[in-house]
Antibody, heavy 120, light 110 residues
Framework: EVQLVQSGAEVKKPGESLRISCKGSGYTFTNYWINWVRQMPGKGLEWVGR????????NYNPAFHAHVSISTDKSINTAYLQWSSLTSSDTAIYYC?????????????WGQGTPVTVSS | QSLLTQPPSASGTPGQRVTISCSGT????????VNWYQQLPGTAPKLLIY???QRPSGVPDRFSGSKSDTSASLAISGLQSEDEADYYCSSWADSLNGPIFGGGTKLTVL
């Protein structure tokens, strides 16, 4: 069974750093791109960026590129989304998802989401 | 900011057929396939329709998708109370080199 299991909820202060994770199982992790998607409170879905776990090639939504970093450790089938300095506007639920086929495919499996709260 | 346009809300009574529209441009829907996601309250999105009109295994055939030029539609027939959810369309955006989503449509079953 394909599963993406994300790390737990986080509460941080502005300016702090954070790394959240997404562990894949039930499939060959390096064969499928991983997306990160943001959902701010009461709002819709926004694509943050994606990574190819086979070679760690990434591409980002320009709206997020300067603020986050996406990485992967294929030895443990895990992808990461990282901030070096959080702001209150980063408060959201972050989902990872698997791209089903190639580069342009739909997102066929999703993690359960990691709520991130940034507040002083 | 959403580059695909959806109505913010839709509603219907049990058994009814409802449709949700999704409008884009030639650089997204007009040249790429459309996917639809269902997000039940408090849960992660789930793939509902892919490649314009294909259903993943396990999705009831009450759900169907279509596309014409730069617009797409999701139809739900035989509406059920458990269909009450947010629905998002998505397509590849050439300018973004990534996927974009509609703003979402909240479906209420009256």
């Amino acid at each position: 069974e394909v599963q993406l299991v994300q790390s737990g909820a986080e509460v941080k202060k502005p300016g702090e750093s954070l790394r959240i994770s997404c562990k894949g199982s039930g499939y060959t992790f390096t064969n499928y791109w991983i997306n990160w998607v943001r959902q701010m409170p009461g709002k819709g879905l926004e694509w943050v960026g994606r990574i190819d776990p086979s070679d760690s090639y990434t591409n980002y939504n320009p709206a997020f590129h300067a603020h986050v970093s996406i990485s992967t450790d294929k030895s443990i089938n895990t992808a990461y989304l990282q901030w070096s300095s959080l702001t209150s506007s980063d408060t959201a639920i972050y989902y990872c998802s698997r791209v089903s086929v190639g580069y342009y495919g739909p997102q066929d499996y999703w993690g359960q989401g990691t709520p991130v709260t940034v507040s002083s | 900011q959403s580059l695909l346009t959806q109505p913010p809300s839709a509603s219907g009574t049990p058994g009814q057929r409802v449709t949700i529209s999704c409008s884009g441009t030639s650089s997204n829907i007009g040249s790429n396939s459309v996917n639809w996601y269902q997000q039940l309250p408090g849960t992660a999105p789930k793939l509902l329709i892919y490649s314009d009109n294909q259903r993943p295994s396990g999705v009831p055939d009450r759900f169907s998708g279509s596309k014409s030029d730069t617009s797409a539609s999701l139809a739900i027939s035989g509406l059920q109370s458990e269909d009450e959810a947010d629905y998002y369309c998505s397509s590849w955006a050439d300018s973004l080199n990534g996927p974009i989503f509609g703003g979402g449509t909240k479906l209420t079953v009256l």
